[in-house]
DNA sequence: CTGTTAGCGCATTCAG
DNA sequence: CTGAATGCGCTAACAG
């Protein structure tokens, strides 16, 4: 390529360019400058909204290769109407359930271009409030959450304004606010159904807090199964540690109208009593029967493997994330929530009686 | 409180104010109108930095609270020098490794008041650069990172610039940057030395993909393990499916030098072993002793319970961003970076042999 | 102790 | 098709 005097006196230009964007970040005029043209059709050029010269293009194209140059993120959200990010509250990361959905989210945030702010409650609404505020004033296009205990929590669409918000796995109480669940109650009931076919009259539901949605929907569940049945419900709740489900079911299960059967309403909880049962030497599912809710990794291969109401964590995530992304792109804010449940599968090991070699699943 | 003419005006002037405010969400100026000072002020009171007279406090106090104002972060991180934010990027999140390595970091971020973005790799070199890149792009101050696949990776100091960057669970190339890992080398070969101790002498060590630096240095530990015991070492990798797993344990274990004892790499190829087993009918720990690198929260309810190697994870995941705050906060980017390794456990169970009731852990 | 000025990097005006 | 001016909300630097 030919040098004409006026290109040399462009490449000195150039050259003064590329030291001084040298230690500090290049901006979009670093690059306009470099290029001859205004920072305009640099903005233009980069996210192609209008059209340019081809020629010109170029130009900014190969600045852009030389300096590096990254578009601040910040400013552009400052400055523009969206932060092209969005906000996941989840309750705890270390268990795997949420974990599985704060995965779908993340997976379709990218499908969207977007980034994701995530955090965690801890199951306190003070902390899930204050973590809902905090994302409010970065921006974010929109948040969604699983919500702690619905008596409590403190999440509005008066505090949300005008960002939409989805809640996942469990509701809020502002009906305003769309929502994905899961076939709590129609999943327990088949469950229990499927244990009282077994021949079970005396089934105990095993579980957490009675504070929290999904706990007291699977409930709920439970109860219609034994109630249809003509059967009495023994509900035993709050075992919230090994010590105390192992405590309380060594007195339940030597009682005079002991229980031939178990359900569980999470996998915390499936584990305290997998951990009762081994110290308490309980043959399963002879002595007692089980079944829990909520399928997780090695459910397979514990002895024996256990039959459970498998819970779609990821379509959950998936969905929560999608209806979101809808608000979000078509800025709408719904005067009324959606509410979308998802169905269950019923997976039936040998923890309930059952005698198939590799698991049977129910749809 | 008695009403003079120049309170009404100000009154007055509250409520245009307040109706102005309504709409929008107030900003700065609008807490420095109603409180009748300048913004500065507003900005000191909020930041605390500089000391300002009660009374004024408590106006521009008032004045917050009667608008609802939140500083907006996003001009605040804009304008600042901290966004107050940190990035982790993570291979997966639906494996409980990570996701309690994530739950330590998003811990520690808000013990210092921190923002978490994150993001999945899926092990790949590509989207974990992308993803580092589009954080940069965000002003993260600083990024937590478990890098994929070490010969690939393109994590380098070049790419993060000043903005401080801690790998944990594996190390990158670059020597610059800090590690946080734990004993996988040392964990492995006491482990193995263990299963020596139980007679066993044929100990094959089963695993995933040799690319990963964490599978990598088990193997060492496991070649060590052998070779000062002077046995033969009999690696299998790239057990990537439950399928696979069994195709070639059902072979080696029935050819002519069959393993007695299996040492498994991580949880994912536990999970495929303990498939493999039974499917084929295994007895364990007769047919065959069995250990793993990992320990995960059913380990002690499969059957037998499985001995293994138990890495602290929330520990790791907390020292890594502890370490990363520590560069934070004092602004310093190191020429040379740390290296830590966290002590394992071995964590004695009934897979291997060992007869206890309970677990006993080995420090 | 407090107010004024200026500008971070970008994209939405509005003119050419 | 392209460029110049303007301001988003906030805070460092400098007055007063």
Redesign the pocket.
Known sequence: MKVSAGNRSQNRAKQDELTRAAH??P???DVARLA??????V??V??G?????A???QRVHTAVAQLK?R??EL??A????HSHSIGLIIPYLYDPFFANCAHAVTTVAREHGYSVLITTSGEDPETEFAEAEQMLQRHVDGIVVIPSRFKHTRLTRALFGRTPVVAFDRPVPDPTIDVVLVQNTAGTRRIVEHLIEHGHRRIAYVALSRSLFTINARFLGYRRAMHDAGLEEDAIFDCDSEEKTTRILKERVSGPDAPTALLTSNTLVTRFVLGAIARLGLKVPNDLAFAGFDDFDLAEFTSPPLTVVRQPALEMGRAATSLLFDRVTRGETPSTGNRIVLPVEIVLRRSCGCKHHNAVVIH
């Open positions: 500090r970040k901006t979009m005029s001859g043209v205004g920072t305009m059709t903005s233009r980069l996210s909204t209008v059209h340019v010269t020629a010109t293009a140059y578009p601040n400013a552009r400052f400055r523009g109407q």
